[in-house]
């Protein structure tokens, strides 16, 4: 009887701790589920935060040791997000002056590669250039090459498309990075200019050397004239006024010219 009596009692001691066990197991998963779903919520929306979706928030936790945690990444977000925001506006805006410019801006990677070109300078080569292979002409790349290896500014004027343009390029190093920055500008109509100056000094000194000399030598010949021909002196004299009439006007062209560069002309209908 005390054998049954200690049997019934060891399988009661055994059921006890069998239900104490199921129950702690049961106390554990719960406690652990509890405590994992705002962890797996958390990882969830940093997640997303971390793929570029800065309007995921994390909802605060009821418990005291994970809200802190929330508030934190929350805050972190938002910090994140209009940084973003003022560097895209920042970005636009330098976008929108590029854009406008009328020198050309090529920037060139480490990589040789072309990171940007406005479209100023699109329109000035004709294309857009994606490496240092395809930046035409040859003597822009020979001008960025030179300012790789000098590590140092250099300058070329280049002549490019049908009908030629003249362009004065500009390359300058960057200093925290391995690459060119290309400034290009247009000087077609400048070298124009020139040439035409060039031109109308040449025909001006031509215009003003023949009523010149025509003076000249009327005035040596009138001075002998005077008292062996008058006849001849006074032919000489309406040759003289002749010339300088021409000469007056020339004159007066040239200082017509030089006020027209010096002041803005009104046109009229």
């Not at 929350?74 to 994140?80: E, P």
């Amino acid at each position: 009887l005390d054998q049954g009596r200690l049997g019934g009692v060891r399988l009661v001691v055994a059921l006890g701790a069998g239900l104490a066990a199921l129950v702690g197991v049961g106390a554990v998963w719960l406690v652990a589920k509890g405590a994992t779903g705002p962890i797996r919520q958390i990882t969830a929306e940093v997640e997303r935060m971390s793929r570029g979706d800065l309007t995921a928030r994390v909802e605060p936790s009821e418990g005291e040791e994970l809200s802190p945690l929330a508030e934190t990444l929350n805050r972190m977000a938002d910090r994140l997000g209009a940084r973003i925001e003022a560097v895209d506006r920042d970005r636009e805006q330098l976008q929108q002056i590029l854009g406008t410019m009328e020198e050309g801006v090529v920037l060139m990677g480490d990589g040789q590669g072309v990171r940007f070109a406005n479209p100023a300078a699109r329109r000035m080569l004709g294309a857009t250039p994606e490496t240092l292979r395809t930046l035409t002409p040859a003597s822009l790349r020979i001008l960025v090459e030179e300012v790789l290896a000098t590590k140092g500014p250099a300058e070329r004027e280049i002549e490019t498309g049908l009908p030629i343009r003249n362009l004065l390029a500009t390359g300058i190093p960057l200093r925290d990075a391995v690459g060119v920055l290309l400034v290009l500008r247009d000087v077609t109509a400048a070298r124009r200019v020139e040439a035409m100056r060039r031109d109308f000094v040449a025909d001006a000194s031509h215009e003003l050397k023949t009523p010149v000399a025509a003076i000249q030598v009327a005035s040596e010949t009138l001075e002998r004239a005077l008292h062996d021909d008058p006849e001849a002196a006074a032919r000489f004299a309406g040759q003289l006024r002749h010339e300088s009439a021409r000469l007056s006007r020339i004159v007066s062209d040239l200082l017509d010219l030089s006020r027209l560069e010096s002041e803005r002309p009104v046109f009229e209908p």
